[in-house]
């Protein structure tokens, strides 16, 4: 074999070894290229500032949803009850807002403050029940928190008894649907909660044990970080920020009620893991979390610029998803020759 | 040397391989003659495990020829190497943990029925008979994890050489094994080689190495150095020609009688009564004094082991009481343990170490605490990274080096590096020179009467008489779950040891 042959297979082999590294993370990224290009000269509406704007908004209450399932998914766990959840922290400060006389539940008022506090409370304490179930009985957290997902739907259910309730604290009636100059409040608030979550992740101590946690548990252990601990914050962490994103998505869609947030649980978990959040836990992040946002929004509003059959619109869904899973799969695989090798 | 041998089998001509333009191996020449056990040695991070990987189909992508049986081959996967015939025992373990042992002994190779489902009966039944031809007590229905390592080690054997493999490639096969397993493993061995199948044997003990080879090839910095058959050589020889220089102190610094010190004058650092745990051990009673080190010899499932990592607040004992530096504590927990000024290194890498992780953060995940109560820095673990390196020896020298990448010696040294920043009051250290080289291991021989000599109790734990006879002052030998003898301030050798355990 002459010399530049042999370079040659070398660098190519080196860029080669370079894309299965980042796989993971160029795939959702490129995904997103090619669909606002796409969108972009198939409909002309796509890429105007109000829809930009749409586009926020429709992706703030899943995506403060994600990120607290990225501290779960980085630990190798997983979390079902967040829209659950999500609806809980909506319906308790509901109940504990004046409603109109027209609305026909036994409901206490309260003042906003202690009504979003309790809001917080009941999603921190379901969370906490979530993390018990999983660390002390030590059940796995798939099971656990499927039974909150119903656990979640009762309360509900109990609360508003297929009421409708539309009045929330003015606070968060404000963080929900108004907007400071262009940009919707909601998104902010999104944007806030990504920023501190990422910070953690990154900066933090509890943040790189997350994902040492989540990359070998034993090892973890043997080190001697309190995993129990992790697990603990992490499933508490998710369940206070779905906890969040439900109030405000109450004000949002300026009502509160059964089921409100059921398609929000798929579109979370998809978004954790079209962006590149390895299922198994130990890499991923927020940045990642974003992109898989973003992909599934443009994904969402851009079909609806084109005109397709609303049931091929699902379809596609479904597809990208099961291609981003396969992505994340095979990525995982090539990770772990590579740690073998 | 090579003229007079049988026929070869194996032969490569000229391998290369890279990692990320680091070269692991350079124009590497090997051949493996049909119905021989071939030794191979070479310090931590020589290549040997790379060379095996590529025979074995594992690396695909490689300069050079290799040639089976007369006629070129070029595996592109494991599965294609095990269909011709080439079985390889990986230095760390490929078995699944959550699997049962008969399934892992048939891994990718259940019997089937004739429904094309898999006989679980069958297979339940061959994994109990091969297990038991080996000598190896397991329970085919056991799940494969929770055993002891170098019960899984044994395991994994079992499923290589009941593969049909004609060319069978250990890598390490004995780094968790006790003299009893050992012996056992080379007269199977010696079997294997007269039905005609050839064998590769990889090991950093050379008194194993020169006992059970045929002939033995040296490698050094990814090249191959020498190649000679047995009779003609001794370990000097090998140790010569693994480090390029004259090393003769290392020949033979484990082979001697050792005298021990004895109990220093020191403060009691733990104190141990009456511990117990069914099924692993029982009224284990003990002192550990600050500046020592005390060294627990056992064989297999002794019970050391889980002593060990019930120390460590891992496997909490049922009964019994712990003091450390007089005041009593109750681990129950690891960070427990730890909090308490405890540290500990177990024997398995795999539940040791992070593999996706640079090896900086391999080194300060236990002392991130002591750093910052809240906040990473990542300067500051890399430059305690980097002291570590030093002190170790661990080579490439990089912080930033995927741990995963290293060798397998190279590996553990960061096993190591992970506690000797903190400062604990007692340092429970299982296996420590695990698939260490020579000269490594006198690093570690240093170092830890380093960390002594700064006051900490240190306990060694292993099932080799060499690692317990280098490190420790003062010895407990443990059997069955129990401790049987003590030697302190004598003279004592391996013999004494192989006979108290
Ligand atoms: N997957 C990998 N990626 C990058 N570098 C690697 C990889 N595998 C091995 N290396 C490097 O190749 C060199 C040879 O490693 P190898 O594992 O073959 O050593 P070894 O002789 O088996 O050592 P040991 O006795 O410690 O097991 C080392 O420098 C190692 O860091
Ligand atoms: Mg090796």
Known sequence: MDATARTERRTAGRTRRILKDRLRTIAPFAT???????????????????????????????????????????????????????????????????????????????????????????????GGVNAAATTMIGLPSFITTLAMLEIGAGICAVLVRGQIAYAVPPLIQTLGSGSIGPVPWIAVMAALVMLISHLVLRYTRFGRYVYMVGGNREAAEYSGVNVR????????????????????????????????????????????????????????????????????????????????????????????????????????????????? | MEGEQPKPLLELRGISKSFGGVAALREVDFTLSEGEIHGLVGENGAGKSTLMKIIAGVHAAYQGRMQL??????????????????????????????????????????????????????????????????????????????????LQQLIELARVLFSGARIIIL???????????????????????ESGRSIIFISHFLDDVLQISDSVTVFRNGRRIAHAAVPTIDKAWLIENMIGRDHGELADSYVNRVELRGRPETDVALEVEGLSLTGAFSDISFRLHSGEVLGIYGFMGSGQLELAKSLFGRRPAERGTLRLAGRPVRL?????????????????????????????????????????????????????????????????????????????????????????????????????????????????????????????????????????????????????????REFAAQWVGKDELLAAA
């Open chain 2, 171 to 193: 890598d390490e096969p004995t780094s968790a094994l006790s003299p009893p397993e050992i012996e056992r493993l080379f007269s199977l061995l010696r079997r294997l080689r």
């Open chain 2, 332 to 484: 129950s927990s690891t960070s427990r343990a730890r909090r308490a000024g405890l540290a500990f290194v177990p024997e398995s890498r795999r539940s040791m170490l992070f593999a996706q992780e640079p090896v900086y953060k391999n080194v300060s995940i236990a002392i991130l605490d002591h750093i910052h109560r809240f906040m990473l820095r990542p300067a500051r673990e890399r430059t305690i990274a980097h002291a570590r390196i030093g002190d170790l020896g661990i080579r490439p020298p990089s912080a930033e080096i995927r741990l995963g990448a290293l060798s397998g010696g190279n590996q553990q040294k960061v096993a190591l590096a992970k506690w000797l920043t903190r400062q604990p009051l007692v340092l429970i250290l299982s296996e420590p020179t695990r698939g260490m080289d020579v000269g490594a291991k006198e690093d570690v021989v240093r170092i830890i009467r380093k960390v002594r000599d700064e006051g900490i109790g240190v306990i060694v734990i292993s099932t080799e008489p060499e690692t317990v006879l280098s490190l420790a002052d003062r010895i407990l030998v443990m059997k069955k779950g129990a401790m049987t």
């Open chain 1, 229 to 341: 601990w992790i697990v603990n914050s992490v499933l508490i962490i998710s369940a206070v920020c779905s906890g969040f994103a439900g109030m405000l998505g109450v004000a949002h869609f300026g009502s509160a009620q059964q089921n409100e947030f059921d398609n929000y649980l798929l579109d979370s978990i998809a978004a954790v893991v079209v962006g590149g959040t390895s299922l198994f836990g130990g890499s991923g992040g927020i940045g990642e979390t974003i992109i898989g946002l973003l992909v599934l929004g443009v994904l969402n509003n851009g079909l609806d610029h084109v005109s397709i059959d609303s049931f091929v619109k699902i379809l596609i869904r479904g597809l990208i998803l099961l291609a981003a899973l396969i992505i994340n799969i095979y990525a995982q695989r090539l990770r772990e020759s590579g740690a073998a090798a």
């Open chain 2, 69 to 150: 049986a007369g006629r070129p081959v070029s595996f592109t996967s494991a599965r294609d190497a095990r269909d011709a015939g080439i079985g390889m025992v990986h230095q760390e373990l490929s078995l699944v943990p959550q699997l049962t042992v008969a399934e892992n002994v048939f891994l990718g190779a259940q019997p089937l029925t004739r429904f094309g489902t898999v006989d679980w009966p069958r297979m339940r039944r061959e994994a109990a008979r091969e297990l038991e031809s080996l000598g190896i007590e397991a329970d085919p229905a056991a799940i494969l994890g929770t055993l002891p390592l170098g």
């Open chain 1, 32 to 126: 997103l290229v090619f669909l606002v290009a796409f969108f972009g000269i198939a409909s002309p509406s796509f890429l105007s500032f109000a829809n930009l704007q749409n586009v926020l908004q429709q992706i703030s209450i899943t995506g403060i949803m994600a990120v607290g399932l990225t501290f779960v998914i980085l630990c190798a766990e997983i979390d079902l009850s967040v829209a659950a959840i999500a609806n809980v922290a909506g319906v308790v400060i509901a109940f504990f807002t004046v409603q109109d006389s027209s609305v026909n539940i036994a409901n206490i008022p309260l003042s906003g403050g202690w009504a979003i506090l309790l809001g917080f409370a009941a999603s921190f304490l379901l």
